[in-house]
């Protein structure tokens, strides 16, 4: 199960369209889930706030893009926040996170690249200073890179649903 949220927060709350979720309501929701890959992301100012959510994850991981005292920002040379940038975009989907060139990236490995690519990125106003919460045993393999030239122009919400169905798929294939 993968939650991925980009948006607006402050400290111990996320804005939604309509409403806001505080983290124990997204503690309630996670600690809900029967899964034993949990992924949740959070891309927001002040999501490092977030961190107590992974007490509510069995065997799952929770990334934020910042601490609880950070913004992070859109930087409009990516058409993103920082932290998708490098985590998504260039780690996840271009592959630049494989660090042991296995042909996989793990949320691990995409999180570590995000997190030295957030210190002094260019067009940003600060560094951030991403966060992780890791409760999975081992490695959560989180993507192989995807080298398409279509791939690079699709808007990141169509992508990253693009992606959450690979990963789905791969994950619900049947074991040979």
């Keep these: 199960?993968?939650?991925?949220?980009?948006?607006?927060?402050?400290?111990?709350?996320?804005?939604?369209y309509d409403d806001d979720l505080?983290?124990?309501e997204l503690s309630a929701v996670v600690s809900q889930l029967?899964?034993?890959s949990v992924l949740v992301v959070i891309s927001a100012c002040h999501s490092g706030s977030f961190l107590d959510v992974a007490d509510s994850?069995?065997?799952?991981?929770?990334?934020t893009a910042c601490t609880a005292e950070e913004s992070t920002y859109d930087i409009a040379l990516f058409a993103n926040t920082i932290y998708v940038e490098y985590f998504v975009d260039r780690g996840m989907s271009q592959g630049l996170a494989d660090e042991d060139q296995d042909g996989i990236v793990t949320v691990e490995e995409a999180h570590q690249?995000?997190?030295?690519n957030c210190n002094n990125p260019p067009g940003a106003l600060s560094s951030t200073h991403p966060q992780i919460q890791d409760k999975y045993p081992g490695q959560l393999n989180l993507s192989q890179p995807i080298h398409a030239p279509w791939f690079t122009s699709l808007p990141l919400t169509l992508l990253?649903?693009?992606l959450l169905v690979?990963?789905?798929r791969r994950k619900q294939a049947p074991k040979a």
């Design 1 to 16: 199960v993968s939650i991925f949220f980009s948006a607006h927060g402050t400290y111990d709350q996320l804005h939604l």
């Design 22 to 24: 505080w983290d124990h």
């Design 34 to 36: 029967e899964s034993q």
């Design 57 to 63: 994850i069995s065997g799952g991981i929770l990334t």
């Design 113 to 116: 690249y995000a997190t030295e």
């Design 160 to 162: 990253a649903t693009i």
């Design 166 to 168: 690979k990963f789905l």
